[in-house]
């Protein structure tokens, strides 16, 4: 994705690679603040940002919205649908029953594609641009407003994301939760609340996300579960009860899938990225791929 | 029939094979399922037939992901992929010339083979790893069938020639049906055979609990790679069944939805379950049709989805936990069971440690 060989060198697939890599992160951050209160995985996370593109799509070219406000009703209804997965079916997860939570968001994943299909249409469309068609030459790389825009808007969220964790009392209460919800609730913290506003945040990022990957490609009821394979593959390789490496690792497998492409011909990103994982899970010591807290089978 | 495995160790050590079906007298089971077996060439005209013997071919596929899934608790996104592996590996080596004997060969062997390449390094870690590498070699065969057209036909498909042994011919719905239930009926006899083996035991201990399992000496990662590749290959010989008797396959069968529905087919059936699988099988060819018979094709995927979700969440033994608990209700009175454990799914194996011996 984002590689194209005749529009020049290296080093235009590469910063291609490297925006794409930043989207990534960004959906990597959601994945892994509700990992962080949940423990869980939710597999759904990739369509609900769907839900806000398709529907946003919907809104601004069939029913005729200004496109601004079809966005903000779209990520609303990603925040909804998101903090909907979180009451309707993570909460009521049974202890003891691990790996429940992928099987039940795999069945939320499937009904999601199945309502937006129904309610919209199975086909691709173009979705507004975002300023991907809006470019300039830099040093031989065209940059577009949108590029510019998904990095800084990655900087801007893993520095605030990291503040918070690190620096505040909502950040100590985050982890404590994360460490133990039991103790952290018995010293204070508010954690079904705290609970609540990751997910409906997470719920917030997956519809930016949705809404850039939508403007770079097209936008149908499918197109974000390649993006969400690959998040799952960074955080896998980084591991998701951390914070930095996972979201680095997600930024360097965009370059890595667009360098793979650039090198060995368009088509070669997603073998490259399989043989990456093979690779990576074979190499690395056990105890740097085992989650601390990981509990599930 | 006794509950002892067949190397003779005590079965109490897993106490989760003292299935009390089998104390009962097995001839009127069998029975019945001939006459189930007799049933749809009796009263089915071809075009149900057909139908069926697809069922027969997805049970295959749906008993493999059960003893992955139900029985030693590892997640697969990936097994429809591994049903077209099975399926394009049959179809190419038809295409050169090759008799079923050696399509059988070579299904058996690129499924060990694609089984190896995603079980063995995800296995000796978690589960959820293994069902992100398994998703991610779903993608990897879309791109394989995509970039190979000339040889599988790529996204337009392809036509598959049938199946001929003997007098046998696959596109034959009848004889179809019979092809297909021979396989089918072999792979339930091994599922069924397996909650009686060592191996069958230790595939549930490590599915409740991998520390358990280590500290009464099971291998688990060893475990957990058998049981995926015999799961692979369920899917592989599936998959080139189903291509037998579909007489056509293309991408689309064999995509991450694809792996879902099995999934949903398992699960809803009731997992760690042969007859849960058959049940499963028959709703992920059936319901499509019940579906579109009442004009709705669409409905199909959005009631698996939340199918999935709610039996998932709310009835986790499917449809024959469902029955049997309901006829549990009943008997209850009459005989009190020797064990309060529902059979497939015990409660922490605390006693398993405490048994000690292995």
Request: charged share 10%; with cysteine.
């Amino acid at each position: 994705m984002g590689a194209d060989t005749s529009a020049g060198g290296l080093t235009q697939v590469l910063w291609g690679g490297l925006t794409v890599g930043c989207l990534y992160a960004v959906l990597l951050l959601g994945v892994l603040i509700v990992f962080q209160v949940s423990k869980s995985i939710n597999f759904a996370y990739g369509q609900v940002g769907m839900v806000a593109a398709l529907g946003g799509w919907y809104l601004a070219s069939a029913a005729g919205l200004p496109i601004w406000s079809a966005l903000i009703i779209g990520a609303a209804a990603a925040v909804l649908v998101n903090s909907a997965i979180d009451f309707v079916a993570i909460r009521r997860i049974p202890e003891g029953r691990p790996g429940l939570d992928l099987v039940v968001t795999l069945g939320l994943f499937l009904l999601l594609t199945a309502v937006m299909q129904q309610l919209v249409d199975a086909n691709s469309h173009t979705f507004a641009s975002l300023g991907s068609d809006t470019s300039t030459v830099v040093g031989g790389v065209v940059v577009s407003v949108n590029d510019v825009f998904v990095i800084a808007l990655t900087l801007v969220l893993v520095t605030v994301a990291h503040l918070l964790l690190t620096r505040t009392s909502l950040g100590t209460s985050l982890r404590a939760s994360a460490e133990d919800a039991t103790i952290a609730s018995a010293a204070g913290v508010n954690v079904l609340r705290l609970r609540t506003g990751v997910w409906a945040v997470a719920g917030l990022l997956a519809a930016v996300v949705g809404y850039l990957v939508a403007s770079r490609l097209s936008v149908d009821a499918f197109y974000m579960t390649p993006i969400l394979v690959k998040v799952f593959i960074a955080g896998m390789i980084g591991g998701l009860d951390r914070f930095l490496a996972p979201l680095l690792v997600a930024v360097l497998l965009g370059v890595y899938e667009a360098g793979a492409a650039f090198l060995l011909g368009a088509s070669a990103g997603t073998p490259a990225v399989f043989l990456l994982i093979i690779v990576a899970l074979a190499v690395m010591p056990r105890r740097f791929m085992n989650e601390r807290s990981e509990v599930r089978a | 029939m006794s509950t002892r495995s067949r190397t003779g160790a005590p079965s109490v050590a897993l106490g989760a094979t003292a299935d009390p079906r089998l104390k009962r007298s097995r001839l009127p089971r069998l029975l019945l399922v001939v006459v189930i077996a007799a049933l749809p060439p009796l009263f089915f005209d071809d075009y149900w037939l057909f139908l069926v013997a697809q069922v027969a071919a997805f049970a295959v596929a749906t008993l493999g992901l059960d003893i992955l899934y139900g029985r030693t608790g590892q997640m697969s996104l990936a097994h429809a992929s591994f049903m077209g592996v099975g399926a394009y590996t049959g179809h190419l080596l038809a295409g050169l010339n090759q008799g079923v004997a050696v399509q059988l060969l070579g299904v058996l062997v690129v499924s060990v083979l694609a089984g190896l390449v995603v079980a063995l390094p995800t296995l000796r870690l978690s589960g959820m790893r293994l069902a992100l590498v398994t998703l991610a070699f779903g993608e990897l065969l879309a791109w394989v069938l995509i970039n190979t057209t000339d040889l599988t036909g790529g996204t337009q498909g392809t036509s598959v020639d049938p199946v001929v042994i003997g007098p046998l011919d696959s596109s034959v719905p009848m004889q179809a049906y019979l092809m297909a239930l021979v396989p089918a009926s072999i792979a339930t006899l091994i599922v069924l055979h397996l909650g009686r083996t060592q191996m069958g035991r230790r595939m549930l201990i490590v599915r409740d609990s991998e520390t358990a399992a280590r500290s009464v000496g099971v291998a688990v990662a060893r475990t957990k790679v058998i049981s995926f590749l015999v799961s692979a290959v369920f899917a592989g010989v599936a998959g080139w069944l189903y291509a037998a008797v579909a007489g056509f396959i293309s991408p689309p069968d064999f995509n991450l939805f694809a792996s879902v529905y099995l999934l949903v087919a398992v699960i809803v059936g009731g997992a760690g379950s042969a007859v849960g699988a058959w049940l499963g099988a028959a709703y992920i060819v059936l319901m499509p049709q019940a579906f579109s018979l009442v004009g709705q094709p669409n409905l199909y995927p959005l009631v698996g989805g939340a199918l999935l979700a709610v039996v998932a969440l709310l009835v986790p033994d499917g449809i024959v936990g469902l029955s049997r608990r309901l006829a549990g209700r009943f008997r209850r009175a009459e005989d009190r069971p020797n064990h309060p454990d529902r059979p497939n799914h015990p409660d922490r194996p605390d006693r398993s440690t405490s048994g000690g011996d292995r």
